[in-house]
């Protein structure tokens, strides 16, 4: 018995830390999803305003001493706005052209913040402190002890996205939305003002990535490089699970974050890739995605 | 002397405006009383706040010190950002020594832009100071009559931190290694210092390099290794991360400590105290060491993002201070005429000054002088901004560097 | 060929016949490789409609093969160059056939995806060296006889392969291929009800398009002497698209242009470290928003001529 835990242990251990990268995963291809779903438009500037959001939060604590939970709340309505005014000024004058030029604007912009992020706070990174509430010894599972702030970011995260999830697919507001999505004439003649819901998507969906990098800043240093990192493995996730559904990012986005984690026990040379490899066989299989619409 | 600062900087602005049309017989026609100075590193990334601008500033310092600019002779200084990448760094630096004439390339951090650069320097008969990068091997089987390693190398590092942490008692180690020539480098140097004092490597784990920003997976593998010491061979952000990490799991407070092979004072000062005290590294130079290290910071002024000076700084100080003297020594046109032959010159004359002490430049092209193994202090002992390190031992000159025999540098006739 | 398109070639070739005795020759030649690059990726967005956001994968395998059949194997310059090629050619077959399965979005990141797994895979291979990359090729002598370590003899051999690959390109552009392949582009229903199975078109656009982006990785290999990760990493892929887009995207000369303008600013703003990611993120933007056509596009637009 005593033998067959200590070969499970690293399995429950990597298992559960895995939900914790999982976490960041989801809420990150859940903004892609929900701005794509709606906008037509791939955010790949969507790294960067996670990592700008990590910076607002380090620059809110030091420059206006704001701690951590207002940080929370602050950081992704600064961030969600400047995301607005992004959207209203440049996104909003693609709509007409081929989705192709919103995935181009979108990285020009990720090089101008992170070129400034770098310029103005150089690149080691700066230091953000776990919040008070959480410094409390690691919570003893059985199999291991996990700080007591990585457990409220698996929990925050699955509650902002499945928030997120029922607010699109089961209120009224979601189904105006998803109307828009399919039919946007023909809601826009139904007296709705379409435009102004989809700047108010972008912003929603931006403020959800600086929500995550606030989430980041006291586990991941806070740096201009830190955005770059993630958006690559997510857009891996978002063509495992289809962009066509919100479910289907999020879940996938946890699992991904899970067996990631089982790569770093078996065989840690290969957790790098292991999601492109993934991402390679599920297209051979099914080309749509694991929960995508043909 | 604010005029020849400020024609130094003019002279500086026009070398880096020189614009790509330039026709080639235009650099032919430079001043043969002019001495070129490149600093190359890093400007943007991971190192810039360690090497970067702060460079520049500490050269351009040591030119004014020098005083050769008010006996006749024109200095300019030129930087450019290498981003890192070794192809960056060889097409600047054969624009600077193939069209701009330069005669002296200097501090080069990362070690695969500084091999490269070595052999530039070498072809062409110029010659590179390196004050950043780490490797060993540009004192061993890359060894170059037209190079000097100032600062620190990876066997001084793995040589100071594992060497005396065993002594300190940490025995059992367990390695987080960047997956990468560097790491494994850095790995086997440890692993061999730990073994030789009489410790024992209990394993390692392997880590993607790069592109790992969650270390809390390899740090709990660390964990149940259940060794003394979990030696960290990787260097910048993946640094930062996994001493920040493995603060947050508590792993220090439960008794296992942790060696930093490749830590400067902007990675602590990122890190902050918090989460770094008790971190045991090595380092040549800290600027708040004794009353020179401290008159040295001074007189550099601030600094680019107020970091205080890294020990990448000083070498790059103290480097092109000596470089100078050497060039007055034997003429400009001489020092021009030959780049290994002012290396050869500076190899004859020790090195004095504020950063480094007395020194000497050994024949593989090593500088000389003493370490320092430091131990980060908690936030109750430090008493203001950057009062990070308190000192635990001195490693003699004689001491800190791989013996000249053990190098295999050609150069090296026993 | 129109004659505008004519008298531009022939702008192009005075250019580069004299361009060495006016500037520096290496720097010309890095001109000369990064156009090929552009080149072949403009072969796929332009032409086919396809936007690679992973074409470093080819370039970058193109420059680590060549310089290690050069280094390693000893091959002369021109065997080692076509090992690049035929590296490159493979990979894209591979992932070409992956990629098509998804269009415009979709397959942006699914190519920008695996290049990244192909990055990952020369991080840690041995035969790349790693971080260090492989250092101190040779430049050999060109079929064993042309010793072409002096910048100057090279120079004229990187140019006669730069006009060779873009008149080649020139050639697949114009010809019936070609224009299935713009039918494609503009409206694939179209195309395969007309009978024309638009996924080996696709798949043949991608892999001639990763096959001269191998090429063009491999002559910058033996140029520079050293093939590294940079080459591979995704920034690179992303210089491809600037130039092209800067430059005019699905004209013939347009990448030409964009690559002297992106390599010479790359090189005059060297100095100024994180200001140049800036000034490429300022350059994206604006193209994109007011400027979708390129010089070349515009100037095409202009006088209402191709080029």
Redesign the interface.
């Known amino acids: 018995m005593s033998e067959l835990w200590y070969e499970l242990?690293?399995f429950l251990?990597?298992g559960t830390?895995?939900l914790?990268?999982g976490a960041f995963y989801a809420i990150l291809s859940l903004g892609l999803a929900v701005i794509?779903g709606m906008l037509n438009v791939?955010n790949f500037a969507h790294g960067a305003q996670f990592m700008l959001g990590a910076f607002v939060a380090w620059m809110l604590l030091n420059w206006a001493g704001i701690g951590y939970w207002g940080a929370l709340v602050l950081a992704p309505l600064i961030v969600g706005l400047l995301g607005v005014v992004i959207e209203r000024t440049?996104i909003a004058?693609?709509y007409k052209?081929d989705?192709?030029?919103g995935?181009?604007?979108t990285?020009?912009?990720?090089?101008?913040?992170?070129?400034?992020m770098?310029?103005a706070?150089?690149?080691?990174?700066?230091?953000y402190?776990?919040p008070e509430a959480f410094r409390i010894?690691?919570v003893d599972l059985g199999y291991?002890?996990m700080?007591a702030?990585?457990f409220w970011i698996v929990i925050v995260s699955l509650v902002v996205c499945f928030g997120t999830w029922y607010a699109i697919e089961k209120t009224k507001l979601g189904s105006y939305l998803r109307a828009a999505v399919e039919r946007p004439q023909l809601v826009q003649a139904f007296g709705i003002n379409v435009p102004l819901m989809m700047t108010a998507t972008y912003g929603a969906g931006v403020a959800l990535a600086a929500f995550a990098g606030v989430l980041a800043a006291?586990?991941?240093?806070v740096?201009p490089?830190?955005g770059a990192?993630?958006i690559?493995i997510v857009?891996?996730v978002?063509?495992i699970g289809g962009?066509g559904s919100i479910l289907g990012s999020i879940v996938t986005g946890y699992i991904l974050g899970v067996i990631e984690?089982f790569t770093?026990?078996y065989y840690?040379?290969a957790?790098?890739?292991v999601?492109?490899?993934i991402?390679?066989i599920v297209?051979?299989v099914r080309?749509t995605g694991l929960f995508g619409r043909a | 002397m604010s005029i020849t600062r400020r024609t130094l900087l003019t002279g500086t602005a026009a070398a880096g405006a020189l614009p790509l049309v330039t026709p080639l017989r235009h650099a032919r026609a430079q001043a043969a009383n002019t001495i070129r100075i490149g600093v190359l590193n890093d400007q943007s990334g991971l190192y810039r706040d360690l090497s970067g601008p702060g460079s520049t500033q500490a050269v351009r310092l040591a030119v004014q010190e020098s005083g050769i600019t008010t006996r006749g002779v024109n200095v300019e200084v030129a930087e450019a950002d290498h981003q890192n990448k070794p192809d960056v760094g060889s097409t600047i630096v054969r624009q600077w020594l193939d069209r701009d004439g330069f005669d002296v390339i200097v501090d080069v951090p990362t070690s695969s832009v500084a091999l490269a650069v070595n052999t530039l320097c070498r072809e062409r008969n110029k010659v590179l100071l390196v004050s950043g990068a780490a490797t060993s091997d540009l004192t061993g089987s890359a060894c170059s009559p037209n190079t000097i390693h100032w600062t620190y190398d990876t066997w001084m590092l793995a040589r100071g931190t594992g060497g005396a942490t065993v002594a300190a008692g940490g025995r059992t180690w367990f390695f987080i290694t960047a997956d990468y020539a560097f790491g494994h480098a850095l790995e086997r140097d440890v692993s061999n210092f730990v073994r030789a004092a009489g410790g024992e490597v209990l394993g390692g784990v392997r880590t993607p390099f790069p592109g790992t920003t969650d270390f809390s997976s390899f740090l709990v593998q660390a964990q149940r290794s259940r060794a003394q010491v979990i030696g960290l061979a990787n260097a910048g952000g993946d640094t930062i991360n996994s001493i920040k990490q493995a603060a947050e799991f508590g792993i220090t407070r439960r008794g296992q400590k942790l060696a930093g092979l490749l830590v400067f004072i902007s990675d602590v000062h990122a890190l902050g105290l918090q989460t770094a005290q008790g971190l045991v590294l090595t380092a040549t130079f800290y600027w708040d060491l004794n009353d020179n290290t401290r008159e040295f910071t001074r007189r550099l002024g601030r600094m680019p993002n107020d970091v205080r000076p890294s020990m990448v700084h000083a070498g790059c100080y103290s480097a092109v201070l000596h470089y100078l003297k050497a060039v007055e020594a034997m003429g400009v046109q001489a020092a021009k005429a030959s780049g290994a032959a002012v290396v050869e010159r500076m190899k004859a004359m020790p090195t004095d000054d504020i950063c480094f002490g007395k020194g000497t430049i050994r024949q593989d092209g090593r500088k000389i002088h003493p370490a320092y193994l430091f131990e980060v202090k908690s936030p109750q002992e430090s008493r203001g901004p950057w009062d990070y390190y308190k000192l635990l031992q001195t490693i003699p000159a004689d001491q800190a560097f791989r013996p000249l025999n053990e190098g295999g540098c050609p150069l090296v006739r026993t | 060929m129109p004659r505008s398109q004519a008298i531009a070639l022939a702008l192009l070739v005075a250019f580069i016949a004299a361009a060495p005795f006016i500037l520096f020759p290496v720097y010309v030649m890095k001109v000369l490789c990064f156009a090929l690059y552009a080149c072949a990726f403009n072969l796929l967005l332009g032409y086919a409609g396809l936007l690679s956001f992973g074409h470093a994968a080819y370039f970058g395998m193109g420059s680590y093969l060549s310089a290690h059949a050069a280094k390693i194997w000893g091959f002369t310059p021109e065997l080692a160059i076509l090992t690049g090629g035929l590296t490159a050619t493979i990979l894209g077959t591979a992932f070409g056939y992956l990629a098509i399965r998804r269009q415009g979005i979709y397959f942006a990141m699914i190519t920008l995806a695996l290049a990244q797994m192909v990055y990952f895979f020369c991080v840690q291979a041995p035969f790349t060296g790693g971080e260090d990359g492989i250092q101190a090729v040779p430049r050999g002598a060109l079929l064993g006889v042309l010793d072409l370590a002096p910048d100057f003899t090279l120079y004229w051999v990187v140019a006669g392969l730069f006009l060779a690959g873009f008149l080649f390109l020139y050639r697949i552009v114009h010809s019936p291929f070609g224009q299935v392949l713009k039918a494609i582009r503009d409206n694939e229903a179209r195309a395969i009800s007309l009978g024309y199975r638009s996924d080996d078109y696709k798949l043949l656009a991608f892999v001639l398009s990763a096959a001269i982006a191998g090429i063009a990785g491999g002559t910058k290999a033996i140029v520079f002497q050293i093939a590294t990760l940079t080459d591979v990493n995704w920034p690179m892929s992303g210089e491809a698209v600037l130039m092209t887009l800067l430059g005019g995207i699905g004209t013939m000369f347009g990448p030409v242009v964009g690559a002297l303008i992106i390599v010479t600013l790359q090189a005059e703003l060297a100095q100024f470290g994180a200001w140049v990611t800036v000034i490429q993120g300022v350059i994206f933007v604006g193209c994109v928003l007011a400027f979708r056509r390129g010089v070349i596009g515009e100037l095409q637009q202009a006088i209402r001529r191709p080029l």
């Not at chain 1, 990285?107 to 400034?116: M, P, Q, R, S, V």
């Open positions: 242990e690293p251990q990597q830390l895995g914790v990268n794509f791939v440049m004058r693609l052209l989705h192709l030029y995935l181009l604007l990285f020009g912009l990720a090089l101008i913040i992170e070129g400034t770098r310029n706070f150089g690149s080691s990174g700066l230091p402190q776990v010894p690691p291991m002890l700080p702030y990585r006291p586990v991941y240093s740096n490089a830190m990192n993630f690559i857009f891996a978002v063509v962009m984690g770093r026990v840690p040379e957790s790098a890739t999601v492109f490899v991402m390679a297209l051979l080309p």
